[in-house]
Nanobody, 123 residues
Framework: QEQLVESGGGSVQAGGSLRLSCAASGYNYSSYCMGWFRQFPGKEREGVAI???????TYADSVKGRFTISKDNAQNTLFLQMNSLKPEDTAMYYCAAHEYLCGLSSVTIPTYRGQGTQVTVSS
């Protein structure tokens, strides 16, 4: 059974860092577009970062220069290193995999997604 499990969320002060991990199982995701999206309370999902099967990456303007997405195909694990965190980064973060499309919009309607991990940044 295909499964994505996130970890690494938590509470941090502004300017701090967190590293999210996503363990994928049940399928070889190396050919998928992988990424992260976040959801703010009462608002739509926002694509944060994606990494394609050729390791090319794209970031939302709001996180560019602060977040880094990477993956370990051998371990079927996706990462999101988040530095210089801001209170406006507070959201539920989801790991996502899309079988056919690769973009910041399509990652918000993925083929598979995890259960989410909360990130809270205090000022």
């Amino acid at each position: 059974q295909e499964q994505l499990v996130e970890s690494g969320g938590g509470s941090v002060q502004a300017g701090g860092s967190l590293r999210l991990s996503c363990a994928a199982s049940g399928y070889n995701y190396s050919s998928y577009c992988m990424g992260w999206f976040r959801q703010f309370p009462g608002k739509e999902r926002e694509g944060v970062a994606i990494i394609d099967s050729d390791a090319s990456t794209t970031y939302a303007d709001s996180v560019k220069g602060r977040f880094t997405i990477s993956k370990d195909n051998a371990q079927n694990t996706l990462f999101l290193q988040m530095n210089s965190l801001k209170p406006e980064d507070t959201a539920m973060y989801y790991c996502a995999a899309h079988e056919y499309l690769c973009g910041l919009s399509s990652v918000t309607i993925p083929t598979y997604r995890g259960q989410g991990t909360q990130v809270t940044v205090s000022s």
